[in-house]
């Protein structure tokens, strides 16, 4: 559907005109109407999972649809998810409902998607917001229950909306690039000419910013309050000049505010090209704003691209891809971390050589495994990075055995004297296996950093999955003998093996 405006519009006249397209168009509105029953039924402590899995049926073609995207990389599922039920029951009733809302939302502006064009790059933007807002607030919700945790008080938060914040924040440009495709556009070349982001751009020629529209439409459905609230705690943010605070650690919503306030900002700069500023200067802003450890959002984007192809798989809709900096972000991130706690060890320039070092391994493992060459010769290359750029005294592989019952050694860097690698076996199934660190990293997909170590002289050490899942097929396990260890790894250091780890498991799901 489009409706022509002229470039003399009045946010009023553009606000009715965006009613009167909401009221005629049947299919928006009524899949308003899902999202509230969604809401209302969780909301209520006796309802049960089959009354959830029942609206997700009812919805054509949605219940696959959630299948597809429970099974894939977003969640990381140890075992597939068969049904709808089961996938209530596992992934938890309010978190499934949101992403079920957001899904039926976007339902309807698949068709005019698939035909590429502004609408698609807009459609992308939001998918990004959503995701982006998603994984920020699971993980400022984790924090703060780690918190609460260890100050013996409960985390207020529950119900896991960041997904829904995020696709709500963009709605009002979605629609308007669904119903006024010319002022769509009309804003796209303004934001070009003019260096001008793209909701600078909107309000100039409608007199609204993206976000009132927003609010707007949520008043117009009859979406819950709180989202309006969570849209103007946002904006209000990006606008003013917030000092960082602490505070949001304590309160539900205004940990969803910063979530979603954090996922925009990073969105603009991901998806805007007009937008003149950078994706480091997008991370500046927010962490002078916001308590966010750069890690927490090296991470956040480290995931994002796997988590948007799935997502866009999970629609059945090819998107344009995003930026191919993100493939490597977190390793830029995590290199200069790990290169920075030697800061007491040596000059700058020492500390960009390291940093450089390892990107320079990340670099080459990275192109050999998007080159798909064979998984041996990256396991090589990234037990020479924890070697020769990480400092690790010894690196030990172990693969398994028939069966997946042991791990026997194969190779290893570094000298232990005495010890032939080829002779060494570890058991991983059975009782009293199952707090080994290698067993471990196995069962949970990640590296382990603590717990009784293989050599007895061996402190810190890491103990890294080769592959996540069922496609895991053996352990590197480093270490620093007593001579030169005898600290723990730090967070930095730990997010550059985690780099390793994931370009592992990306290597294997090349070559399965």
Known sequence: MSIDTSSGTTSSDFLEKLKKALARDGDFPASARVVSELREVISKPESTTNQVAEIILREPSLGTRVLHLVNSSFYRRAKPIMTVSQAVIQIGMRPLAELCSGLILLQKFIPVARKGGPFAQCLKKTITTSILTSSISAELDKHSRAKAAKSGTASALKDETGYLAGTFAEMGTLLLAYYFPKLYESAERRAETKQLSMAQSIQELVGLSPIEISIQVLEELQ??????????????????????????????????????????????????????????????????KISLESVLLSDVLGKLVDSYRDYCSSLELQLP?????????????????????????????????EEEQFLDFVEEIRIAVENREPTASVITTVMETFAWSLGFDRVFLMLFGPGKQKLNGRMLLGHIPGFDPKTFTREVKGEGTRFAPEVIALTESRPVYRGDPIFPDGWPFAAIPVGFDKRSVGIIYADRSSATGGQELSSREEAAIGVLAELLDRSISLNR
């Open 321 to 353: 891809g995003l930026p191919e900096e993100l493939q490597h972000y977190k390793a830029k991130i995590a290199a200069a971390q790990a290169a920075g706690q030697g800061a007491g060890k040596g000059g700058e320039e020492e500390l960009l050589n």
């Open 223 to 288: 979406l819950p309050e709180e989202y309006k609230k969570v849209l103007s705690g946002a904006a209000e943010k990006s606008l003013a000049d917030v000092k960082k605070s602490e505070s949001s650690e304590e309160d539900p919503m205004d940990r969803m505010i910063d979530a979603l306030y954090a996922g925009s900002t990073l969105s603009q700069a991901i998806n805007e090209k007009s937008s003149s500023g950078t994706l480091e200067d997008a991370i500046a802003e927010i962490n002078s």
